[in-house]
């Protein structure tokens, strides 16, 4: 079990690419369904987002409430899924066609 508070930046950003590459690859066939490696990878997140957002990282600035691994958040999904992609942009069509024809 890793103290992810005391983990460098870089040190978490590696942790969460290796906990997703795992999930990606292992997740569906545990028995859990990788729930663990999701809380995981989210609780990683919280605290890179807190280190990234305070201007000093030093590892014993952590809030006095770390997120607690026993409970998922409501935003935080219970099985992994990738992000969708993003839709192309809906392409610019003027109507301005239709009403260049001249009625004398």
Do not use: R, W
Request: glycine fraction near 2%; hydrophobic fraction near 25%.
């Amino acid at each position: 079990n890793i103290a992810l508070p005391s983990l460098s930046s870089a040190q978490l950003q590696t942790f969460i690419q290796k906990q997703e590459q795992l999930l990606k690859t292992m997740g569906v066939k545990l028995p859990d369904k990788g729930e663990k490696i999701v809380k995981k990878i989210a609780e990683a997140k919280e605290v890179l987002s807190y280190k990234q957002s305070s201007s000093v990282n030093v590892p014993h600035t952590f809030p006095s409430s770390p997120p607690s691994s026993s409970a998922t958040p409501s935003h935080i999904s219970s099985t992994y899924e990738p992000p969708p992609p993003s839709p192309s942009p809906p392409s610019s069509s003027s109507s301005s066609s239709s009403s260049s024809s001249s009625s004398s």
